[in-house]
């Protein structure tokens, strides 16, 4: 793998278990503004060592972080952040919510996704359009996106390892959007095995696809003040999903 042995010399403790994609900021093959959003390009990903994880170092530009960061409050404010628990009761550390016509959500009655806010009974909020675009220029899936999920990471949360896998269809990728601090990503393969970690800072997105759809992933720790987007800190993450499964399986 051509790529990882760069990438680890590129660590700053030179650990072979750690990625850092910070000397790959200053070289982003990609500038964008709000004006230009519908002329997005793609460049080449940079690889983890993990076939079908790849990651776009600052991808979106401030601007467009900003946009986006304006974009999520309008959503909060439709659907408000929440503490879900897990079906055994704990509760997560981070907050949620969620946009588009299906929201994921935890409580004692499992995972799974629903069209309405658990605590308001609201339906969640439309995507932002700018979402939309993202996903069509990632995902390489030939259908919409029909979940967001919003994370909001202080810097105490964390998230262990898990699988995402309440989906209908793995065909389609999960794509995810970091803003705020950066947070330290933990991955490994869906079959066990040794885990790997790489730092995604704000502007960072990554796919989650094919050999990697149900990889094992988690964040380890955020870190303080690494971004100054959030006024107040902190960590927001976009995960852009296809929760139900094709359009021509689905039951009238």
């Given at each position: 793998m051509g790529n990882e042995s760069v990438l680890c010399r590129c660590s700053v403790n030179s650990s072979p278990s750690r990625i850092d994609l910070a000397?790959?900021?200053r070289h982003s093959l990609v500038a964008m503004s709000e004006d230009t959003v519908s002329k997005l390009t793609l460049p080449p990903p940079l690889s983890t060592g993990l076939e079908g994880f790849a990651v776009w170092p600052g991808l979106l530009d401030?601007?467009?972080q900003r946009?986006?960061?304006?974009?999520?409050?309008?959503?909060?404010?439709?659907?408000?952040?929440?503490?879900?628990?897990?079906?055994?009761?704990?509760?997560?550390?981070?907050?949620?919510?969620?946009?588009?016509?299906l929201g994921w959500v935890s409580d004692r009655?499992?995972?799974?996704?629903?069209?309405?806010?658990?605590?308001?009974?609201?339906?969640?909020?439309?995507?932002?359009?700018?979402?939309?675009?993202?996903?069509?220029?990632v995902s390489g899936f030939d259908g919409p996106a029909d979940a967001c999920l919003v994370n909001f990471y202080d810097a105490?949360?964390?998230?262990?390892?898990?699988?995402?896998?309440?989906?209908?269809?793995?065909?389609?990728?999960v794509v995810s959007i970091s803003l705020g601090d950066t947070a330290v990503f933990r991955f490994g393969s869906a079959e066990g095995g040794p885990t790997r970690s790489v730092k995604l800072a704000s502007g960072d997105v990554c796919i989650?696809?094919?050999?990697?759809?149900?990889?094992?992933?988690?964040?380890?720790?955020?870190?303080?003040?690494?971004?100054?987007?959030?006024?107040?800190?902190?960590?927001i993450n976009l995960t852009l999903r296809r929760a139900?499964?094709?359009?021509?399986a689905i039951k009238s």
């Open positions: 000397a790959f900021h401030e601007a467009l946009r986006l960061v304006d974009d999520i409050r309008d959503v909060v404010k439709q659907a408000p952040l929440y503490r879900p628990v897990t079906p055994a009761g704990r509760p997560f550390s981070v907050r949620m919510t969620n946009c588009g016509p009655n499992g995972y799974r996704y629903q069209p309405h806010h658990p605590q308001t009974s609201r339906p969640w909020p439309a995507f932002p359009p700018l979402l939309d675009t993202i996903w069509q220029l105490d949360a964390r998230m262990g390892l898990h699988q995402d896998k309440d989906e209908q269809d793995f065909s389609a990728p989650l696809s094919g050999p990697a759809r149900l990889a094992r992933h988690g964040i380890d720790r955020i870190l303080p003040g690494t971004s100054r987007l959030l006024a107040s800190g902190g960590r139900i499964g094709p359009m021509d």
